[in-house]
């Protein structure tokens, strides 16, 4: 058969396919005993969607008995799906059975691995860290170990991708992996025969002290996040934080089951969290139920247009409740309620089936248009050249899409969650220079390089300070300067400007690839404008409630 017929017989044939389903879950439906109740234009709804139906079992017929070729009937329904899919709203998605696993492991909070971090370098495997606790640890395998071969063959060159390493050293559990290691104080290659097993994916990526604030960074909301979040807050309690400090700067969202959970924690007994209703779905009101074990301590949250779904549940019910205040850009803009049907080959549908509700009674999901994702997607490009990161007085909000919270403040719908205190980007250290060393990479591959040489000077620092201290001894800019020189020139100009900000990164990556990942965000953290107004805030006690 031609291909080039293939995406309209496809679109034609998954029509019919959908259609099928609705016949037989109409047929369900009805022999459940459940009746809709009448109406004149339900009853036209299903009168035509009935003929549509038989219209189109009837075509599917013709297609499958009549058409001149044969037909691969999984191929072109594999090939419509995304398409039919793409023209509802930009957040419905099928899911192949293929890549089902991968998509849900973020949000599952595990995969089967040998727990390590790594990075290429040079066309080789660099362990940058081994998973506390998991199989490669209990081996022996360290950070700094390169991977030059898997199961007795050569696993390095230029053909090592990230996602070759992946699909390499993870597996199912149980199943064993042999890794042949170079190691600086070696002179032969090591062998590990590891099994693999189960590996943690933490969603809370940061948790420290700041003096009596508590900083926790969480990345998603995923099956384990209130569990680690819950302890994160516990366990800062118990050092003597007052007040706390939530980053959900870049967190995309995931289950809202769970930032429900993290909400209640902080408010009081019949305050609304949220609340989602549907064309098919009645409204359902969530409740804070008064066992949360904060709802008296001074709470902020930073966002920025990153911060999507169930990140905007969470700061919306915060905010509406002025139960804290909220910090950094407006948000993203996803109001839509995603429900995920598994198909029996094992691919899924993630259907948008209702919309959530501030408590105020926002939708605060950003306009779109059915079918047209490119331009969705373009909003935030739109935003930045609007000047929204930069100037608050840059977005209009209209008094039609103006709501109260509990306290009387205005706040609005419209398109994400507006913060109570805007900070704008900060680009003062920004160079033509700067831009180079960080899109070259330069400044990670220095860093990598001075964490591999230096290994046992950069172990067992128990404080961040301490650390901090000893690498500002270290004169890192200029050596950093000396190793970028034959990619990225410098100039006095620019590292006048930039030189702080640079060597605050190299700092930072040298922390995280010496396995102190708290550090590497109380580091990059230092000169955030953002988060400097949030310790800002919670120390002058204006968290809670907000006051103008």
Known sequence: MKRYLYPFIAS????????????????????????????????????????????????????????VDSLELKTLVEDAIPTIVGELDPHSNYIPASELDEVNEQLDGSFSGVGIQFNIQQDTVMVIQVVAGGPSEKMGVVAGDRIVSVNDSAFCGKNITNDKVMKTLRGPKGSKVKLGIRRASADEVLYFDITRNDIPINSVVATYLVGNIGYIRIDNFGNNTFQEFFTSLITLRSKGAEGYLIDLRGNGGGYMGVCIAMANEFLNRGNLIVYTEGRCQPRQDIFADGRGNFQRVPVVVLIDEWSASASEIFSGAMQDNDRGTIIGHRSFGKGLVQQQFDLNDGSALRLTTARYYTPSGRCIQKPYEMGDRDKYLMDLVDRYNHGEFYSKDSIKLADSLRFET????????????????????????ITPYYNRCVNSGVIYSYAFQYSDHHRNELSGFESYESMRDYLKKQNLLPQFVTFAESKVKSNAA???????????????????????????????????????????????????PFQE
Do not use: H
Request: glycine share 10%; with cysteine.
């Open 12 to 67: 034609i044939v998954l029509a019919i396919f959908l259609c099928i389903g609705m016949i037989i879950g109409e047929r369900r439906v009805q022999a459940s005993g459940y009746r809709p109740s009448p109406s004149k234009s339900s009853s036209k709804q299903d009168i035509s969607s009935g003929d549509a139906s038989a219209k189109l079992v009837y075509l599917f017929d013709l297609l499958r008995d009549q058409y």
């Open 494 to 544: 620019a590292l006048k400007r930039s030189g702080s900000s640079i060597e605050n990164l190299i700092m930072a990556y040298i922390m995280r690839q010496s396995g102190y990942e708290n550090y590497f965000y109380q580091m990059f953290n230092e000169k955030d404008p953002t988060y400097n107004k949030g310790l800002e805030i919670l120390r002058e006690g204006k968290a809670w």
């Open 406 to 429: 509990v306290g009387g403040r205005a706040v609005y719908a419209g398109g994400g969650i507006m913060p109570d205190i805007f900070v704008p980007t900060d680009t003062s250290y």
